[in-house]
């Protein structure tokens, strides 16, 4: 998607006639690519465009007839509107300017908080903090033994344990 964006601004500010033709090319390989990205089937095994590791020929003629498949499908169907926001992340048709950059992958990922869920967020710490609630404690590792434990947990425990008796004394009254 860098690439792509880079060649197009590197035509938009081309001067040179000869200079233009070689960001057009640029450009077109770039667009290539992101149809292949786009148009993988989402069945298979995805065969990486830039590998850290050559691909077997096997997987470089799979990937050359996955390439053409691409193209073919592409120039069938010219999903142009939602291929543009595909690839540019901005909805704007490939001919429009825009005064402001389009926005990275990452902002349209992440999701603001509405008001009312900062709303309830607030409240509910403020009830926490009024009502005096202590954070929850946090869980004895697994390797600890009863006599490591600190004696005012032992007290709560021997609490809980006389409540649950009474429980238990109550139900059957």
């Keep these: ?38 148009y993988y089937p989402k069945v298979e095994p995805y065969i990486s465009l830039f590998p850290s ?28 509107e939602a291929f543009h926001q595909f690839c540019f992340n901005d909805g704007k048709d490939k001919n429009s300017s825009s005064a402001t950059e389009a926005r990275p992958a990452v902002e349209l990922l992440l999701k603001k908080p ?12 403020s009830k926490r903090d009024r009502s005096g609630e202590k954070p929850k404690h946090t869980p004895a590792l697994v390797d ?5 434990e600190m004696p005012d947990v032992k007290d709560s425990d021997k609490e809980e344990n006389h409540e649950e008796e ?3 004394d109550d139900f059957f009254l």
């Design 166 to 168: 009474q429980e238990e």
């Design 53 to 80: 590791v050559p691909h077997s020929e096997e997987n470089q003629k799979r990937q050359k007839e996955l390439r053409a498949e691409s193209i073919a499908r592409f120039e069938k169907e010219q999903p142009t």
């Design 144 to 148: 600890q033994e009863d006599s490591d």
């Design 1 to 38: 998607m860098r690439k792509l964006r880079q060649a197009k601004n590197h035509i938009d500010q081309a001067t040179d006639a000869s200079e233009c033709a070689v960001h057009e090319k640029k450009f077109k390989t770039y667009r290539e690519e992101m149809m292949y990205i786009y």
């Design 114 to 125: 509405t008001k009312e869920m900062v709303k309830k967020q607030k409240k509910a710490r």
